[in-house]
């Protein structure tokens, strides 16, 4: 019955056979789909810009025009993010914890940014936020001019990314155990002590990953953005408006350079909300 | 149907799960595979069923599995005509009871294939068999645990296997529920005689239920025999000791250390002298309530700390307290050269039973 | 990105009542506060589209949606998305079944991958397209000597409608199929069904809901895709215009009116979309708690 070590035995090699069938099948096709729907076409993109010069690549990623874009594309998607951070975990809150007449609605209707097509976004918010329109009207008297306008821009990304921090952070919000506060309770802390230094850490992570996933979604945004934003070289036009509008005058190369400095962008911040995720949940950091 | 394993060998990453496993199971006979979790028990089923793969050596002949000297190592495991029963049992969740026992057979090619009427006889007979007459048209989560158990029996079962696999079949019920499986699935073996392996952690459910049972410990067997065998001469210091409560005593006073193995009610409490094979001890503390009374005591020489059983009979007329004195009489025990001895160093019959101080 | 942390899976948890209670101020503050700013930015907006829309009267309404460019915009995004929604389940279902029931190395970088058109502009969706495809691009002369059009033309709206809801499917797949394990299947294998057989009779009918809310989804955003389909469309009247871009039309030529009942259609479907993925939610959750009651009841017997 006894065998020699595991050490001792000569010529151990794994036998990959797998039980359930269809791996070559499903994986070949998953590959095959990816690579000419998606990898296939983002490389293109990266092949051409290498065809450019430096001094050639540097001058289209940096004119005055491109910066200010980018300052502007930037800055908004950041301050509509830190918005929807700020009143996406109170939206979660108040959904997970209180009873209150049109929850299941309010709940329901959080979707909305994903399911409304962008255009249609864009054009009701001008339309509500233009000197003329409801909300814009009652701004207007008091110097707030919000369509055509950095504000403007800002309204539409705040729009487009307020899913994000609500759906990260309800999850977490309903699996915390109630354990934590009550302990917390027990030890002596107010309710407002218990929330801001038990239950705000406990959902710092997945406001961190919305965050970042709302800033990204607004980076690239363009539907919603080129109704309200009036498109005014030097002040109100972002980056992708900038991409389409060179590609507009056959300026491939253009177009091509910055579409390479937003995909860096894209894919540091897809980069970025991998690793957060792995450090928030890593063993080193719990075992602390 | 008999079973045959031949060093199989199979490794997660770093974690060996067998390391070179024979296992040989005779033809319609109960076995059990026991053994604590990670031991390998678990893998060796699933490599029978044909749901894992052994890890290939260089020997070719490594990780053969036979079914009555025939060998399917390369045959599916749809193919191998193993009925299996999952451990959570793996109904199909929207499929009507009815249904997940027909499946096995409707899902035969067509030539191959019972008709409606037939299969439905051949279900309903089986919800005879597993008690659940009446019940076809529910779905799994509307049935109790115990029940859901059977369904997936009965669904094994369907397509007349040559083998029964059973993996940890009563792990998920509670007590009394599992106490009632067990005697309805050892009368239901009396009746089918289909060869059976199942898998399990509990010593009492192998010893109880089985005809054979095979201890794994650390992806190797240990040991392979009936219950009364396996229970009463152990084949290692681990086995006795998975096996129910044991008292683990070091000899200390002959030159060549071994240790001591006596269960519990293998000890007989004296209060006069018993003979020069008796241990003298102290009482510690009596626990009184059941139909055994538990004594501990520290014993005299080492203090090494003894648990006793004892009738409750014979506990009243001993009338113990703490702190008496009393003699200890081992009825059985078993031998192994101390820690440090190397599985090699073992005698191939590993063990010197005796009965000490049996003159008395 | 969209969906994200919204499938099926996470809903599972059922509400848990809580022992400690905020102090009244506190709630009443951050209730006005979240209802506030749902009210504003969501409520509102949605209410102004069909305000703007009827505008002039049901009339001028349905004169809009009847026009001829108008029914060619709405043929050209059903077709698109007739297309592009059986692609994406083909791809969802080969990619959940590979990650979900298997092990193998680089798993994680095909899920992270599957994931990346989410991290692309749509605007940058369109452009690369029109770097393979279009008169200067790596195939275009080669097209242009077959007479094949792809940019400015039905293929290339699809290719990109393609591109922005490529994770859709998949990734309500992978989680839900993970979730559920391989017993099942492992089930089937020894009773001696195929692996056809086996996808048919138990993944396909336990997946369903979440393929389903995937294909919901899906169906949205290729009706409502506008920057991508934008850059490759062309822009041409009665031929290459779906519905978003037709908006974006009668917007600019100032036909206000017009560009909100047509944009009222699309707004209609986001609803029917969101009321969908309620009810899926809705009736997952009951079936999760029918599974606990059951569960609760076997440790009482």
Request: glycine content about 8%; some cysteine.
């Amino acid at each position: 019955m006894r065998t020699p070590h595991p050490e001792l035995s000569p010529n151990l090699r794994t036998r990959r056979r797998r039980v359930l069938p269809g791996f070559g099948l499903t994986l070949g096709t998953t590959l095959l789909f990816l690579s000419l729907i998606v990898l296939l076409p983002l490389s293109a993109a990266f092949i051409r810009t290498a065809g450019l010069s430096w001094e050639e690549f540097w001058g289209h990623v940096s004119s005055p025009r491109v910066v200010a874009s980018y300052r502007l594309t930037f800055g908004a998607a950041l301050a509509a993010a830190a918005a929807n951070a700020f009143f996406g975990v109170i939206v979660a809150w108040v959904l997970v914890r209180y009873e209150f007449p049109g929850r299941k609605i309010v709940d329901a209707l959080v979707d909305l940014p994903f399911a409304l097509p962008t255009a249609v976004a864009g054009i009701a918010l001008t339309a509500l936020y233009a000197p003329t329109g409801w909300i814009g009207g009652l701004l207007e008297p008091l110097g707030i001019k919000v369509a055509y306008t950095p504000l403007g821009i800002w309204v539409a990304l705040t729009f487009i990314g307020l899913p994000f921090v609500v759906r990260t952070v309800q999850p977490v919000l309903e699996e915390l155990e109630p354990e934590l506060e009550e302990a917390a309770a027990t030890l002596g802390a107010t309710r407002t002590q218990t929330l801001r230094r038990v239950v705000l850490p406990a959902l710092l992570p997945a406001t961190c990953t919305g965050f970042t996933l709302a800033l990204a979604r607004g980076i690239g945004e363009y539907g919603s953005v080129v109704f309200i934003s009036g498109n005014m070289p030097l002040r109100t036009e972002i980056t992708p408006l900038l991409i389409v509008t060179k590609l507009e005058q056959y300026d491939y190369a253009g177009a091509t350079a910055l579409a390479v400095v937003m995909l860096v962008v894209s894919f540091a911040l897809l980069f970025g909300v991998q690793l957060l995720q792995r450090w928030f949940f890593s063993p080193e950091r719990h075992g602390r | 149907m008999s079973i045959e394993v031949r060093h199989a060998w199979k490794r997660f990453g770093t974690f060996t799960a067998l390391a070179g496993v024979n296992l040989s199971v005779p033809s319609g006979r109960l076995t059990a595979l026991l053994g604590p979790s990670g031991s390998g028990k678990t893998t060796l089923l699933r490599i029978i069923a044909g749901l894992e793969s052994p890890d290939a050596t260089s020997d070719p002949d490594s990780g053969k599995v036979l079914f009555h000297g025939e060998d399917v190592s390369n045959v599916p495991a749809g193919r191998r005509g193993v009925g299996f029963v999952f451990q959570h049992y793996a109904l199909f969740r929207h499929l009507t009871v009815f249904e997940n026992i027909a499946f096995g057979l409707s899902v035969r090619p067509r030539r191959d294939r019972p008709t409606t009427r037939q299969i439905a006889d051949r279900v309903n007979e089986l919800l005879d068999l597993i008690q659940l007459s009446g019940l076809g048209g529910r779905y799994p989560d509307q049935l109790s645990g115990g029940q859901r158990q059977r369904v997936a029996l009965a669904r094994a079962l369907a397509v007349q296997p040559r083998v029964l696999l059973l993996d940890e079949p009563f792990g998920a019920l509670d007590a009394r529920v599992r106490k009632d499986l067990r005697r309805w699935l050892r009368t239901l073996h009396e009746r089918l005689h289909v060869t059976t392996v199942f898998v399990t952690h509990d010593q009492e459910e192998a010893l109880e239920l089985a005809d054979e049972v095979v201890v794994m410990n650390q992806a190797r067997v240990e040991q392979v025999g009936p219950p009364q065998e396996v229970y009463d001469r152990p084949a290692s210091p681990f086995v006795i000791e998975f096996l129910g409560n044991v008292n683990r005593l070091e000899r200390g006073r002959t030159a060549a250390k071994s240790v001591l193995y006596v269960r519990p009610h293998d000890i007989d409490i004296r209060r006069e002298f018993a003979g020069e094979h008796a241990v003298p001890a102290r009482v510690l503390h009596v626990f009184s309530a059941g139909n055994y009374g538990r004594v501990s005591l520290s014993r005299g020489d080492t203090g090494d700390t003894i648990e006793a059983e004892v009738p409750r009979q014979q506990l009243r007329e001993l009338n113990l307290r703490d702190g008496d004195r009393v003699n200890l009489v081992f009825r059985h025990v078993r031998l192994f050269p101390a820690e440090g001895f190397r599985e090699e160093d073992l005698p191939s019959e590993p063990s010197a039973s005796r009965d000490a101080g049996s003159g008395i | 990105m969209s969906g994200t942390a919204s499938t099926l899976v996470h809903v599972a948890q059922p509400h848990r009542r809580r022992t400690l209670a905020d102090p009244p101020w506190l709630k009443r503050t951050l209730l006005v506060v979240a209802i506030g700013f749902v009210a504003l930015f969501l409520v509102i907006p949605l209410g102004a589209v069909f305000v703007e829309a009827l505008r002039g009267g049901f009339r001028l309404y349905w004169a809009a949606l009847t026009e001829p460019d108008a029914l060619a915009a709405v043929r050209l995004t059903l077709l698109a998305a007739a297309i592009a929604v059986p692609c994406n389940v083909v791809f969802g279902l080969a990619a959940a079944w590979t990650i979900a029931k298997f092990d193998f190395r680089g798993k994680s970088v095909l899920t992270t991958l599957i994931d990346l058109p989410f991290a692309v502009s749509p605007v940058i969706a369109g452009l690369v397209y029109v770097l393979m495809f279009g008169a200067q691009g790596w195939m275009g002369e080669w097209l242009a000597d077959r007479d094949l059009r792809i940019i400015f033309a039905t293929p290339g709206i699809v290719l990109a409608t393609v591109f922005v809801t490529f994770p859709l499917v998949a990734r309500e797949l992978i989680p839900l199929m993970q979730a559920q394990g391989r017993d099942e299947e492992l089930a089937a294998l020894t009773l001696g069904a195929g692996g056809w057989k086996t996808f048919w009779r138990v993944t396909l009918p336990n997946a369903k809901w979440g393929l389903f809310y995937g294909v919901v989804l899906c169906n949205a955003r290729a009706m409502g895709e506008f920057g991508a389909v934008s850059v490759v469309s062309g822009h041409i009247r009665g031929e290459t215009n779906t519905i978003p871009l037709h908006v974006e039309i009668l917007y600019n030529e100032y036909q206000t009116q017009a560009a909100f009942a047509v944009a009222s259609l699309l707004t209609l479907l986001a609803l029917l979309t969101m009321l969908l993925k309620s009810l899926i939610e809705w009736r997952h959750r009951r079936a999760l708690l029918a599974a606990a009651h059951a569960e609760t009841r076997t440790f009482a017997s």
